[in-house]
Each structure stands twice: as C-alpha cells, then as structure tokens.
C-alpha cells in the first residue's frame, strides 16, 4: 500500500500540472481569437480622414516587423520580392496600419519597377505627398493621410490618364479581394 502512495502523489501532481497548463492554452487561443474578431474590418465605406496618432511601441506591437519598419521607418522592401507586385486579383489594397482604403485593382499597372504601381488613389484625399529628400535626390513620399504611415514614392512617369506612378511597398498594404 506504500508504494501505492508513493506513485500516486507524483501522478496526482503531473495531472494537475497538465490540467492548469491545458487550461492556460485554451486562454491564450480565447484571447488570440478574441483579438482577431476585435480586428477592424477592412471597409471601402471607412473613409475617415481623423489622424491616428500612436506611439513607436503601440505601433511596434500592432504591426509585423516588416510593417513597421516600412511604414514607420520609411524602409523600402526588395523590388519583385513583394507580396503585391504581380497581384492581378480584383479588389482594394487598405493602409496596414489604420485600414484606411487608398487604392483599387482597377487603377494598378505593371510599371516593370518590381512594386505594385497605380496611377492614381482611390480618393487624392487618401494619400499626401511630402517631400523626400534621402539618397541624394529629391521625391514626392507618399504616406497614408490618416496615420501618416510611410506608403512609397510618388513619379511622373505613369500611363494615361494621370501621368502618374503611385510607386508602393506591399508591406504598407492590406489586399482585400472583391
């Protein structure tokens, strides 16, 4: 009967050391689901132009590393190594940081440059134009008019009827089929 006692406690204490870390699992899974559900949707009819404004760590938190690093630092991804590049699918492409709708599948181009191109936003109040001075040279910037996220540059080089290359980086968007 000693004995019995003496395997019992060990098997008592590992089974209840499961069930709490069981438990803390199906916690995590709880709040990760939850935090996917409380997620904005992505919304044409969302068109509000009021700032976002949050700190370095806020944003760090809520986007991908590569998100961040693109939107907030002004980085630049690796031309044709993109997500969105050679996208042809019908739909709208949404900031990554606030959601806000910036450009639609039927004003995108194959400008040849490896970043996906549009000639023109999906309002001109969606995006601003700032000017870049980095690498030597002098650019228009164009950053998300309301959480004022790095997108891409902006060149006059683009099809008709703009003229224009809305040249961006895929980290800095959101692809919504349609």
């Known amino acids: 009967m000693k004995r019995y006692h003496q395997l019992l406690l060990p098997l008592i204490v590992f089974t209840v050391m499961a069930c709490m870390k069981s438990n803390k699992s199906d916690q995590t899974i709880s709040a990760t689901?939850?935090?996917?559900?409380?997620q904005p949707s992505l919304l044409l009819?969302?068109?509000?132009?009021?700032?976002?404004?949050?700190?370095d760590l806020q944003w760090e938190k809520e986007l991908t590393e590569n998100q961040y690093y693109v939107l907030r630092k002004k980085g630049t991804e690796r031309a044709f190594q993109n997500e969105f590049d050679n996208n042809k699918k019908k739909g709208n492409y949404f900031c990554a940081a606030c959601k806000l709708p910036l450009f639609s599948s039927t004003t995108k181009?194959?400008?040849?440059?490896?970043?996906?191109?549009?000639y023109a936003p999906i309002n001109n109040n969606r995006v601003k134009e700032v000017v870049d001075k980095s690498m030597g040279m002098v650019r228009g910037e164009i950053v998300c008019a309301r959480c004022d996220g790095h997108l891409g540059h902006l060149f006059d080089d683009g099809p008709k009827p703009t003229g224009l290359r809305y040249c961006m980086n895929s980290a800095a968007m959101l692809f919504k089929a349609s």
Request: aromatic share 12%; proline share 4%.
């Open 33 to 38: 689901e939850t935090t996917i559900q409380q």
């Open 45 to 55: 009819t969302d068109t509000s132009i009021k700032k976002v404004v949050k700190t």
């Open 109 to 118: 181009f194959n400008s040849g440059t490896g970043w996906p191109s549009f």
